[in-house]
C-alpha cells in the first residue's frame, strides 16, 4: 500500500541494517540532553498500546531492546537506539494519548516535542503508528497536525494488522490513506504491519534504506 515499489536491492539494505547489533544510546527528557544531530535519525510515534515497542524490537531482530513502560504515559523521554558503527539513530518517542498524566506535564513534553521536530535537522522521517483495529483517532490528529506545522515528513504505519479480519484491515487501510491524504506533510501510502505475524517489516526496514539511500 506504500506509493513507490521497493526494489530487492532496497529490500536486502534493509535487511543488512537491521540484521546489525542495535543498542540503547541516551534518553533525553528535554532539548538540552539531545544528543548532536550529526547523522541520520527515524522517529517513530504513536498512542499508549498502539505496539510502537513491540514493532521497534521485531525491526531490529531483538526482544528487548525497546522497552514498554508498565503505566502508560509516564515515560516522557526521547529514547535513541543506534548502530554499533554510529551511523544512525532510531528514534522512540514517548506514546501519546493517554488520560492519567497531568496537564502541565502534558504541556511541558509537548513543548520539548515541538522543539525536537522543529530542529532537528537530521530527521528523515517520522513515521506514525496507528491500531489498525481502530484506525486514526483523535489523539492521532493532534500529532499529524503537530507534524505538518513542523514540516517534518511522516508516514503511516497500520499495526496489528493480524487483529483484524482482511475486509477491515482494508477498511481501515482505505480510512488511513485518505485521512492522511489531506496532510501537507504526509508521505503517499500506508505500511500495514503485523510484528507477530512479521507482516511488513521488511517493507519498514527497505523504506528505511531507501531514506539513507537517498539522502547519503
Known amino acids: 500500500m506504500q506509493d513507490g515499489a521497493l526494489t530487492d ?15 540503547f544510546s541516551r534518553g533525553s527528557p528535554d532539548l538540552e540532553h539531545l544528543p548532536p544531530d550529526d547523522r541520520p535519525e527515524i522517529a517513530f510515534a504513536g498512542r499508549s498500546n498502539v505496539g510502537k515497542s513491540t514493532l521497534l524490537n521485531a525491526l531490529v531482530g531483538q526482544r528487548q531492546l525497546a522497552r514498554a513502560s508498565n503505566t502508560p504515559g509516564r515515560t516522557q523521554e526521547l529514547n535513541f537506539f543506534t548502530l554499533p558503527a554510529g551511523s544512525m539513530y532510531l528514534v522512540d518517542m514517548p506514546g501519546y494519548g493517554f488520560a492519567e498524566a497531568p496537564k502541565d506535564k502534558v504541556a511541558a513534553w509537548n513543548k520539548v516535542l515541538r522543539g525536537y521536530l522543529a530542529g532537528r535537522r537530521t530527521l528523515l522521517r517520522v513515521f506514525v503508528l496507528i491500531d489498525a483495529r481502530h484506525g486514526i483517532k483523535a489523539a492521532d490528529n ?23 479480519s482482511h475486509a477491515e484491515l482494508e477498511k481501515v487501510a482505505q480510512a488511513t490513506s485518505q ?13 500495514v ?9 521488511d517493507i519498514l526496514r527497505g523504506t528505511i534504506a531507501r531514506l539513507l539511500i537517498e539522502n547519503s
Open 179 to 191: 485521512t492522511l491524504g489531506k496532510h501537507p506533510a504526509a508521505y503517499p501510502g500506508i505500511i
Open 193 to 201: 504491519t503485523s510484528s507477530e505475524k512479521n507482516l511488513g517489516i
Open 9 to 23: 536491492e532496497e529490500i536486502e539494505a534493509g535487511r543488512l541494517i537491521f540484521t546489525q547489533a542495535w543498542s
Open 142 to 164: 493532534d500529532i499529524l497536525a503537530l507534524l505538518d506545522s513542523a514540516a517534518v515528513s511522516y508516514q503511516g504505519v497500520l499495526t496489528k494488522a493480524d487483529k483484524v
